[in-house]
């Protein structure tokens, strides 16, 4: 892929901007805790991340990545997450090093930023605006935004159709499959980051990057 092509980045969220997995599994065992079950070890909830709040509610409710909660008990696990993940978004959610850095330092280069997150949009948009992010995006689509979410190409497509973009001229950085999965589908560029939830090296997207300012270093000669 030819960085050259690349008019707009758009960004996935939990593990590419920020580091969430301690409030994520905070909420998580206090579902857990008030269905009288027992808390599971944060490193086991990181690996049930990245398909969205609902698939996380069945994936922690069962202990199993493909495990499928009995309806009714997924209804009262979900608003018990709810409840405890929207009042404590940010108690110790933080941007990775280097992200506000790179942030600004893209802005610079005048491209359009977007986030496109499987995190339903009620809870990504406080959770960037309480950590100060917010201001940079000109676009979040969150998983409960259109019918489709990643892998799904219908994200990236509507933020390309969106910024009157060709989808080849948007990099989509991200931190896994999901992210690459959906680059692929749509068209677009796919970058990860190496220190996200999952391991980069075995994702095949057309960038790796240790920091998010290597983004400006791949960008800013094409940009002008």
């Given amino acids: 892929m030819n960085a050259s092509l690349y008019r707009a980045v758009a960004f996935d969220l939990d593990g590419t901007l920020v580091d969430s997995i301690a409030d994520l ?65 940010a108690d110790h959610t933080r941007p990775y090093p280097g992200v506000t850095e790179a942030l600004g330092l893209l802005k610079q280069l005048q491209l359009p930023l977007a986030v496109v997150t499987n995190k339903s949009s009620r809870l990504a948009m406080p959770l960037l605006e309480q950590l100060g992010l917010a201001g940079y995006f000109c676009m979040v689509l969150g998983g409960d935004s259109l019918p489709e979410k990643k892998p799904s190409a219908m994200p990236l ?20 499959a999901n992210d690459v999965l959906a680059a692929r589908a749509a068209g677009c560029g796919a970058a990860v980051v190496a220190y ?17 300012v290597e983004l400006y270093d791949l960008l800013k000669n094409e940009s002008h």
Avoid at 48 to 72: F, I, K, M, S, Y
Avoid at 157 to 176: F, R, T
Avoid at 196 to 212: E, F, N, P, Q, R
Wanted: aromatic content about 4%; some cysteine.
């Fill in 25 to 89: 599994a905070a909420a998580a065992n206090a579902m857990r805790e008030a269905l009288g079950m027992v808390p599971l070890p944060q490193a086991r909830i990181c690996t049930h991340v990245g398909d969205g709040v609902a698939t996380l509610v069945h994936r922690a409710l069962t202990d199993a990545h493909d495990g499928e909660a009995p309806q009714a008990l997924w209804e009262q696990g979900f608003a018990l997450f709810v409840q405890h993940y929207r009042t404590h978004l």
């Fill in 157 to 176: 497509l509507h933020v390309a159709e969106q910024l009157a973009l060709k989808p080849g001229q948007l990099l989509m950085v991200g931190d896994s």
């Fill in 196 to 212: 996200g939830y999952a391991d980069a090296a075995t994702l095949g997207a057309d960038h790796i990057v240790t920091s998010l």
